[in-house]
């Protein structure tokens, strides 16, 4: 990676081996893409707002949207869920899809004797209503609550990614 460091008024190229941000990947593949802001925004079904909080702010895509979501910007971007998280394929073995992230919950739950309630205390996230439809997991949560529900359950939130 190649990035521009100003040095006394200046710019100086350095190279390091750090990955791009989440943010300024997701710039990259819109930038790849051909698409504007406004039109990344269109597509996506977005305020244009939205596309440059997602683009100027490193935690805003997997804080303030869904896999599903995050499913659907990528398609209009044409890249994989993946390759935008820099997850390799061999890194998030199998994917996990919605319905099995729900077996997991119900089975963590009967496996500790614990309440659904309970369970939601320790992932900090309600996930009753989810539960019976489970592609809701996966439009109502945001990722970064998925992460949660996955360190609870001992599964790599990657597999989600993988799966999308």
């Given at each position: 990676m190649l990035i521009s460091v100003p040095l006394r008024g200046k710019v100086s190229a350095v190279t390091t081996d750090a990955p791009l941000p989440l943010s300024l990947r997701f710039r990259?593949?819109?930038?790849?893409?051909?698409?504007?802001?406004?039109?990344?925004?269109?597509?996506?079904?977005?305020?244009?707002?939205?596309?440059?909080?997602?683009?100027?702010?490193?935690d805003e895509l997997c804080t303030s949207y869904a896999p599903a979501d995050i499913r659907h910007f990528c398609k209009v971007l044409g890249v994989r869920p993946a390759d935008l998280f820099l997850i390799k394929p061999d890194e998030a073995e199998p994917p996990i899809t919605a319905e099995q992230l729900v077996k997991l919950i119900r089975e963590h739950c009967r496996s500790r004797k614990i309440t659904l309630p309970a369970f939601e205390n320790a992932v900090g996230w309600r996930l009753s209503d989810s539960l019976d439809d489970p592609l809701a997991?996966?439009?109502?949560?945001?990722?970064?609550?998925?992460?949660?529900?996955?360190?609870?359950?001992?599964?790599?939130?990657?597999?989600?990614?993988?799966?999308?």
């Open positions: 990259a593949a819109r930038e790849r893409a051909g698409l504007s802001r406004d039109d990344a925004a269109t597509d996506m079904g977005v305020p244009v707002e939205c596309v440059w909080e997602i683009e100027s702010q490193d997991l996966f439009e109502d949560l945001s990722l970064e609550g998925l992460r949660w529900v996955c360190d609870e359950l001992g599964v790599d939130w990657r597999q989600i990614i993988v799966g999308l």
